[in-house]
């Protein structure tokens, strides 16, 4: 199948903000090897300009560090920290989209591929796109939605602080999944 704007029903070029009210930036790490800590960024924000083809949508996002919440203040206090993240340092988690190709898209499955920056440290990564549609709000709001998964690995983006564990292993996993689920508007 050939991505065009006519074959999305309901798809308009333009630019989109998100609604972070309708939005979620999560992720999720392996802890003492044996579970997964969850957490989410509260503060974020995204601008999506799609173009007449859908294949050149172009992604900016960025997300607060202080906004961290894995539900445990004194976590979230060393995620804030040199050991991890640097807030005071670098502030912000960024994305800059380099291409969209289909996946699948006949079930609305693509991949986005761009540049995230992590503590000052820049790498290409993809990122699997399920898109959930289009749709007008009960207040005339125009809106696109999607779910956006992907995996990194810390350790490339500086975050290498960890302990041994007495039964082997560490304490944190170096995989990071990374789960965006998301609304945008469309900007008159």
């Known amino acids: 199948m050939t991505i065009t704007a006519e074959s999305i029903p309901g798809y308009k070029a333009g ?23 969850k957490g989410t960024f509260e503060k974020f924000d995204a ?9 050149d949508t172009k992604v900016t996002a960025t997300a607060q560090v202080t906004s961290i919440n894995t539900n445990e203040e004194n976590r979230d206090g060393h995620l804030r920290t040199n050991d991890f993240f640097d807030a005071e340092t670098y502030p912000t988690i960024s994305f800059v989209s380099t291409g969209v190709k289909a996946k699948d898209a006949d079930a609305g499955e693509f991949v986005v591929t ?19 549609g289009f749709a007008t709000d009960p207040y005339g709001n125009y809106k696109l939605a999607a779910s956006v998964v992907g995996t990194i690995n810390r350790e490339d983006f500086g975050l290498t602080w960890n302990a041994a564990l007495e039964s082997g292993g560490v304490l944190v996993g170096e995989k990071v999944t990374i789960t965006i689920d998301l609304q945008a508007a469309l900007q008159a």
Not at 16 to 36: A, E, M, Q
Not at 116 to 126: C, E, F, R, Y
């Open 114 to 132: 761009g540049d995230l920056t992590i503590k000052g440290v820049t790498k290409a990564v993809d990122f699997d796109l399920e898109f959930g």
């Open 47 to 55: 601008t999506f300009v799609t173009g007449e083809s859908p294949l």
């Open 15 to 37: 630019t989109w903000t998100i609604d972070p009210t309708h939005s979620t930036v999560g992720f999720s790490v392996r802890h003492l090897v044996i579970s997964k800590v």
